[in-house]
Every structure is written in structure tokens, then in C-alpha cells.
């Protein structure tokens, strides 16, 4: 029996979605007795990349590299996924709920006929079903769900699932691609001029709302993001995306993105149960706000009352202080 | 070009959850429904492809109660063509309601089937893609640009930090993503034409689950929130506290 994680990969890169996939897949095997397999597919460099997942408990590692894998190709990488599972012997797989995995999953779940359960944020074995909690309603209910058929097929919530080192025997094997299989062709990834994070990835989050007045101020938000280390991204509040002063890519909540960071600033963000949709489940959660009746305050870990304009020049700067030691 | 476009009933996204005596589902008292937010993108993209090329159809289907005609009239009054209710009391399972939609459009011309990315009440994100390995279409998903010409077409995708571009022949699959489009609102004229317009509704049977809902609770309440102070005066205890308390620098 074997629990199969895949291994997104990024032009050849094996990074976070990775991991935590690698990581609950670890986890399940050990619940069951069984052996952790992961299958990686991407550009020339793919092999050595995913080779590093031994060290967090793969014992096989299934790899397809090429040039034409570069890009994430859905049905190429769709087929592949299924043919080995169609193999045989997998009781449970784990993707990662991103961009990549929130497209193939379903993909996968429907060529095999089996049970998929998305953006899960935790697990249980009874036995030899799958027992997963996943947020509906944007977070305003948690449904219990049930696998009992397997393989059963599982996303999961970025941030929750954490990889621990734990050796696996890590044997390499070739997989099988065939470019033919590509009903659509991804021709071209466009990324951002920045070389920033994006918001549903990062474990800090700085948002950004109507209290900040106007977009000419966000240098505030940024300098905050800065002084946080590279692990921070901005995010912005539906109304500041509405009103253009930031870029759709950075909302958070119900029609925006989904994040769960260790640490989330909510700044001049009313928290319209729309916007705590997309954040309620942050680890650790801060509020600033010149209202102090405003919902955000009703979630916040902790507040502070008082006009941003004199709260972030002081609060960027002590953090700084903080991380650099003092 | 025939286009479908699958359309769910949802509550509105203010919606405050109750979790109903059975422990598994939404006590619908005082719940508002509304078409699924993204499902409007979809329409709405689907009505501008019929007016640039001059021609065709667009027929809109749901998989709901009978009050989810409700929602087909409200696509009819945005503009669509004709609507078809797959009367059935739905599933959490997505790959249940992907067959049953499946199975219906496989039986109707369709050079384009679009969706929302996702529906937000279950939240699955599962239901398009299954559809297009189901028909064995090509399937571009969470799409906020896209072009057609020629029996092609061009999508752009929305990723981390980015976007995809996609290409592909028609028939397609094309899930909707916010920005593709701001959906327009129905107009008394269309109000009235819609209710001429073909509505059929037929029963249909789901297959078995393969996901079993077990239960529904609602999430635990976040310990009470704690005021730091007030004013730049409490930036350093705010500091001290992410620091010593919460660990998180
Ligand atoms: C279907 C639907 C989907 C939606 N999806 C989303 C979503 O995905 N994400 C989302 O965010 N919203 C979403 N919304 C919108 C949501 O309801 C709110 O309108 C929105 O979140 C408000 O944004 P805001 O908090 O920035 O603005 P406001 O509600 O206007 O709040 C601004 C806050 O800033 C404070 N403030 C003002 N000036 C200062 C100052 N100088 N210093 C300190 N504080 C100050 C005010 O006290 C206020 O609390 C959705 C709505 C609907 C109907
Ligand atoms: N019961 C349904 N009837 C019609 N379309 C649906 C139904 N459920 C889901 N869909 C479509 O599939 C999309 C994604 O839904 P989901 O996979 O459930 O998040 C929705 O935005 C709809 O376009």
C-alpha cells in the first residue's frame, strides 16, 4: 500500500506546495504502515530537484523531466498522473491546493473515478478510509468528509501542513509523458514584474483597505512588507481592488484569494465577512484600525486602535529593530 | 456557436450559517439565494461571445430543487436563450453532480461549456474540470481573458503571482474567474421576454457518492479579540507581544 504525493514543480523547481505535499503524504503512510511515493513532473532539472524529497520520508520518487514539461501542461501531466495510480496499490494522494493542483486534481478524480476531497486543512485514518475536514461556506461551516473507497484523492490548504525531516529511501524512477496526450497547451507563464510572493503563498500577509485613503500610500504597506523578510506579500481588501488601487491578484477573501498565514495584518480593513472569508483561518491575526467598534477587532488577535498613518511608520520600524535582533 | 453555461444556486455570500438539526446541511431558514457569483461571469462571458458573432445559443443548466428555477429565470432575463433544470437535491460529492451535467450536455451541441471556477457554498473547485475529462474536452480553468476565433481559442489563466496563457480548439470547457468580465444586470425587457422562453425540467437520478458527508459544524468561534491600545503608544507592547506570545519573529 502507498500514499502518493505530487510534487508541483515550477520550471524545475521543487518549492513549498511540494513539501507539504510530500509531508501529509509521509504522515498518512505512517497512519497506515505504508510507503511514501511522490511524482514529479517539469522542465531538465526536475529529476535533482525532487531527489530532496527523500530527506521528508519519499521512498520513490517518479519523474518525467523534458523541455516540453517546463511549462505546466494539464492533460500531459493529467495522463501521467493517472496512469500511475491506475497502476495500482495507492490508497490515498495528496496534491497541493494551488493554482496546479486545484486544476488537476479533478482532472485525475474524474479519468479514475474516485472520491476527491479539496482544500482540506486536516486528516484522520479510520481504518482504511480517509477522514478529512475541509471549510464550505468560505470558512463560515467545517464539513466532515469521508473516503472510504480508495485511492482517495485530497488538496490541501497551503500553510497548515508542515514537512518534517524524516529520511526515505528515495529511489528514483522514470515516468512517462506523452506530450500527445495535450488536448489544451499552456504557451507562456507571466509573472509579475515584481519578483514578489503571492499572497495565498506567503506565511506573512500585509493587507491593505479603504482606510488606507489612497493607493499613493501603500510605500507604507510595502516598507512593512520589507521589514518582515521575504516570507511576506501584500494583500488588499476588495474595495481598494474594486476601486483599482491594487491588482486583483492581491485580494483576499471570498471572491479573492484564501490564505492561511502565521501572521496577518488587516490595516485600515473594516473585516466585512466577506474579507474574513478569505483570512479567519490565519494563525495570528492583527488589526489596526481607527474604528474601534470595527468587526476586524472581533477576530483580531490583537488590536490596536488609531489612525494608520501614525501607527505604521513606528510599528515598521520596531519590527525592523525586533528582527535585526534588538 | 452553441454555448452552455452551468449555473448553481447558492446562498448569498453573507449569508450567516446555521448548521440545520441534522447536523449535516444548512438550516435554509432566513437564507437568500442568488446565482453563484462566478456562474455570472460565465453567462455574462457566453452573452457577449453570442452578440460579437451574430449567432447561436445559449442554454443554461443547473442541477437543483425546483426553486433553483428561480435562478435559470434570471439567466433567461440576463440574456439566455433557453434553460434546463436537472431536478435533483445535488450532492457535496463533485464528481456526482459532474456526471449528471455531463451526461446531460453530451446530449446538446455545444462548442463552448462554461463555468464559475468554483461554487461558493460547497467551495469544491472540482466540478469543470470533471466535466471536460468526462466529454474528453480540452479545459482551461480559472480563466480571466479569453479570446475566440476560428473554432480557437486563447485563455489566460490566473496563477500565483501571475498568469497562464493557454491555447486550444473549441469544443472547450472554460471555468470563470473574477475579472473576466463584469456581468450585467437584467433588464425589465429582459424580465419580461424571459418568461417565454423555454424552461424545461426533468428528474434526474445521481450516482453514488464516493464522498461521504459525515457532518456540518460550524467553525469554532475565535477567542475574543484583545485591543493592544490605542495609538502609536502601543506599538512596542504590540511588537513585544508577536514576538514573546505569539513567537511569530
Ligand atoms: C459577493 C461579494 C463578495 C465579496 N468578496 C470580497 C472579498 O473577496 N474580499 C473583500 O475584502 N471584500 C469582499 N467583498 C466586499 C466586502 O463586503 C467589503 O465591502 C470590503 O471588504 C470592504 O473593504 P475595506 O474593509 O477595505 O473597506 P471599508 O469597509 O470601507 O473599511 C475601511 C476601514 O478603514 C478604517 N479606516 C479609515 N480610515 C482610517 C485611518 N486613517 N486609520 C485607520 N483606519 C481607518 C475604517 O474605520 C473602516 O473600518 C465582497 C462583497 C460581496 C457582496
Ligand atoms: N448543481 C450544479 N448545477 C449546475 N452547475 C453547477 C452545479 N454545481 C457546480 N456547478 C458548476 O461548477 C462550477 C464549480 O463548482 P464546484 O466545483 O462545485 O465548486 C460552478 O461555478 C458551476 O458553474
Given at each position: 500500500?502507498?500514499?502518493?504525493?505530487?510534487?508541483?514543480?515550477?520550471?524545475?523547481?521543487?518549492?513549498?506546495?511540494?513539501?507539504?505535499?510530500?509531508?501529509?503524504?509521509?504522515?498518512?503512510?505512517?497512519?497506515?504502515?505504508?510507503?511514501?511515493?511522490?511524482?514529479?513532473?517539469?522542465?531538465?532539472?526536475?529529476?535533482?530537484?525532487?531527489?530532496?524529497?527523500?530527506?521528508?520520508?519519499?521512498?520513490?520518487?517518479?519523474?518525467?523531466?523534458?523541455?516540453?514539461?517546463?511549462?505546466?501542461?494539464?492533460?500531459?501531466?493529467?495522463?501521467?498522473?493517472?496512469?500511475?495510480?491506475?497502476?495500482?496499490?495507492?490508497?490515498?494522494?495528496?496534491?497541493?491546493?494551488?493554482?496546479?493542483?486545484?486544476?488537476?486534481?479533478?482532472?485525475?478524480?474524474?479519468?479514475?473515478?474516485?472520491?476527491?476531497?479539496?482544500?482540506?486543512?486536516?486528516?484522520?485514518?479510520?481504518?482504511?478510509?480517509?477522514?478529512?475536514?475541509?471549510?464550505?461556506?468560505?470558512?463560515?461551516?467545517?464539513?466532515?468528509?469521508?473516503?472510504?473507497?480508495?485511492?482517495?484523492?485530497?488538496?490541501?490548504?497551503?500553510?497548515?501542513?508542515?514537512?518534517?525531516?524524516?529520511?526515505?529511501?528515495?529511489?528514483?524512477?522514470?515516468?512517462?509523458?506523452?506530450?500527445?496526450?495535450?488536448?489544451?497547451?499552456?504557451?507562456?507563464?507571466?509573472?509579475?514584474?515584481?519578483?514578489?510572493?503571492?499572497?495565498?503563498?506567503?506565511?506573512?500577509?500585509?493587507?491593505?483597505?479603504?482606510?488606507?485613503?489612497?493607493?499613493?500610500?501603500?510605500?507604507?504597506?510595502?516598507?512593512?512588507?520589507?521589514?518582515?523578510?521575504?516570507?511576506?506579500?501584500?494583500?488588499?481588501?476588495?474595495?481598494?481592488?474594486?476601486?483599482?488601487?491594487?491588482?486583483?491578484?492581491?485580494?483576499?477573501?471570498?471572491t479573492?484569494?484564501?490564505?492561511?498565514?502565521?501572521?496577518?495584518?488587516?490595516?485600515?480593513?473594516?473585516?466585512?465577512?466577506?474579507?474574513?472569508?478569505?483570512?479567519?483561518?490565519?494563525?495570528?491575526?492583527?488589526?489596526?484600525?481607527?474604528?474601534?467598534?470595527?468587526?476586524?477587532?472581533?477576530?483580531?488577535?490583537?488590536?490596536?486602535?488609531?489612525?494608520?498613518?501614525?501607527?505604521?511608520?513606528?510599528?515598521?520600524?520596531?519590527?525592523?529593530?525586533?528582527?535585526?535582533?534588538? | 456557436m452553441n454555448t452552455i453555461v452551468c449555473i448553481k444556486r447558492v446562498?448569498d455570500s453573507?449569508?450567516?450559517?446555521?448548521?440545520?438539526?441534522?447536523?449535516?446541511?444548512?438550516?435554509?431558514?432566513?437564507?437568500k439565494y442568488v446565482m453563484n457569483p462566478y456562474d455570472e461571469f460565465a453567462l455574462e462571458e457566453a452573452l457577449r461571445h453570442r452578440e460579437a458573432a451574430g449567432e447561436g445559443t445559449v442554454t443554461v443548466i443547473t442541477l437543483g430543487?425546483?426553486e433553483a428555477v428561480e435562478t435559470l429565470r434570471q439567466a433567461l432575463a440576463m440574456g439566455a436563450d433557453e434553460a434546463v433544470l436537472?431536478?435533483?437535491?445535488?450532492?457535496?460529492?463533485?464528481?456526482?453532480?459532474?456526471?449528471?451535467?455531463?451526461?446531460?450536455?453530451?446530449?446538446r451541441?455545444h462548442d463552448l461549456v462554461l463555468f464559475g471556477k468554483?461554487a461558493i457554498?460547497?467551495?469544491?473547485?472540482?466540478?469543470?474540470?470533471?466535466?471536460?475529462?468526462?466529454?474528453?474536452?480540452?479545459?482551461?480553468?480559472?480563466v480571466?481573458?479569453l479570446?475566440i476565433?476560428?473554432?480557437?481559442?486563447?485563455?489566460?489563466?490566473?496563477?500565483?503571482?501571475?498568469?497562464?496563457?493557454?491555447?486550444?480548439?473549441?469544443?472547450?470547457?472554460v471555468s470563470a474567474q473574477k475579472g473576466l468580465n463584469e456581468p450585467r444586470y437584467a433588464s425589465l425587457k429582459g424580465i419580461m421576454a424571459a418568461k417565454k422562453k423555454p424552461l424545461e425540467e426533468?428528474?434526474?437520478?445521481?450516482?453514488?457518492?464516493?464522498?461521504?458527508?459525515?457532518?456540518?459544524?460550524?467553525?469554532?468561534?475565535?477567542?475574543?479579540?484583545?485591543?493592544?491600545?490605542?495609538?502609536?503608544?502601543?506599538?512596542?507592547?504590540?511588537?513585544?507581544?508577536?514576538?514573546?506570545?505569539?513567537?511569530?519573529?
Amino acid at each position: 500500500m502507498t500514499v502518493l504525493a505530487y510534487a508541483e514543480t515550477r520550471g524545475g523547481a521543487v518549492g513549498k506546495p511540494a513539501r507539504e505535499a510530500t509531508g501529509a503524504a509521509r504522515a498518512m503512510a505512517e497512519a497506515w504502515g505504508a510507503e511514501t511515493h511522490v511524482v514529479a513532473l517539469g522542465g531538465p532539472g526536475t529529476a535533482d530537484a525532487a531527489r530532496g524529497l527523500a530527506s521528508l520520508g519519499a521512498d520513490r520518487i517518479h519523474v518525467a523531466e523534458g523541455e516540453g514539461l517546463a511549462l505546466y501542461q494539464p492533460d500531459v501531466v493529467a495522463a501521467a498522473v493517472s496512469r500511475l495510480i491506475g497502476e495500482g496499490g495507492f490508497r490515498a494522494v495528496v496534491f497541493p491546493a494551488t493554482a496546479q493542483g486545484k486544476d488537476l486534481a479533478p482532472r485525475v478524480a474524474a479519468r479514475l473515478g474516485c472520491g476527491l476531497a479539496t482544500e482540506i486543512v486536516s486528516w484522520s485514518a479510520d481504518g482504511e478510509a480517509l477522514v478529512v475536514r475541509r471549510p464550505m461556506y468560505a470558512g463560515k461551516a467545517i464539513a466532515t468528509l469521508r473516503l472510504a473507497a480508495a485511492p482517495a484523492l485530497v488538496t490541501i490548504r497551503a500553510n497548515v501542513f508542515a514537512a518534517e525531516e524524516r529520511p526515505g529511501a528515495g529511489e528514483l524512477v522514470m515516468l512517462a509523458a506523452a506530450d500527445e496526450d495535450a488536448r489544451i497547451r499552456v504557451t507562456e507563464l507571466e509573472i509579475g514584474d515584481r519578483a514578489q510572493l503571492d499572497v495565498a503563498e506567503a506565511t506573512i500577509v500585509v493587507s491593505g483597505g479603504r482606510g488606507m485613503q489612497d493607493p499613493e500610500h501603500w510605500h507604507l504597506l510595502e516598507d512593512l512588507v520589507k521589514a518582515l523578510g521575504e516570507d511576506a506579500a501584500l494583500g488588499a481588501s476588495r474595495a481598494v481592488v474594486d476601486a483599482g488601487w491594487r491588482p486583483h491578484g492581491e485580494q483576499v477573501g471570498q471572491t479573492g484569494k484564501t490564505v492561511s498565514p502565521n501572521l496577518y495584518f488587516a490595516v485600515g480593513i473594516s473585516g466585512a465577512i466577506q474579507h474574513l472569508a478569505g483570512m479567519r483561518t490565519a494563525k495570528v491575526i492583527v488589526a489596526i484600525n481607527r474604528d474601534a467598534e470595527a468587526p476586524i477587532f472581533g477576530v483580531a488577535d490583537y488590536g490596536i486602535v488609531g489612525d494608520v498613518f501614525e501607527i505604521l511608520p513606528p510599528l515598521t520600524q520596531a519590527i525592523r529593530t525586533a528582527r535585526a535582533g534588538g | 456557436m452553441n454555448t452552455i453555461v452551468c449555473i448553481k444556486r447558492v446562498p448569498d455570500s453573507a449569508t450567516r450559517v446555521k448548521i440545520a438539526g441534522d447536523g449535516k446541511s444548512l438550516d435554509p431558514a432566513g437564507v437568500k439565494y442568488v446565482m453563484n457569483p462566478y456562474d455570472e461571469f460565465a453567462l455574462e462571458e457566453a452573452l457577449r461571445h453570442r452578440e460579437a458573432a451574430g449567432e447561436g445559443t445559449v442554454t443554461v443548466i443547473t442541477l437543483g430543487p425546483s426553486e433553483a428555477v428561480e435562478t435559470l429565470r434570471q439567466a433567461l432575463a440576463m440574456g439566455a436563450d433557453e434553460a434546463v433544470l436537472l431536478k435533483s437535491e445535488g450532492s457535496h460529492d463533485g464528481r456526482v453532480v459532474a456526471h449528471a451535467l455531463a451526461d446531460e450536455i453530451r446530449g446538446r451541441p455545444h462548442d463552448l461549456v462554461l463555468f464559475g471556477k468554483q461554487a461558493i457554498d460547497d467551495d469544491n473547485m472540482q466540478v469543470p474540470g470533471m466535466v471536460a475529462e468526462l466529454l474528453e474536452l480540452p479545459c482551461a480553468t480559472v480563466v480571466v481573458q479569453l479570446e475566440i476565433a476560428d473554432g480557437r481559442a486563447t485563455a489566460r489563466r490566473e496563477v500565483e503571482g501571475g498568469h497562464e496563457v493557454l491555447e486550444f480548439p473549441l469544443p472547450a470547457v472554460v471555468s470563470a474567474q473574477k475579472g473576466l468580465n463584469e456581468p450585467r444586470y437584467a433588464s425589465l425587457k429582459g424580465i419580461m421576454a424571459a418568461k417565454k422562453k423555454p424552461l424545461e425540467e426533468k428528474e434526474v437520478t445521481l450516482a453514488e457518492a464516493t464522498v461521504e458527508l459525515v457532518s456540518l459544524e460550524e467553525p469554532p468561534a475565535p477567542a475574543a479579540g484583545r485591543i493592544v491600545g490605542e495609538g502609536p503608544d502601543a506599538v512596542p507592547e504590540l511588537v513585544r507581544l508577536l514576538r514573546e506570545e505569539a513567537g511569530v519573529f
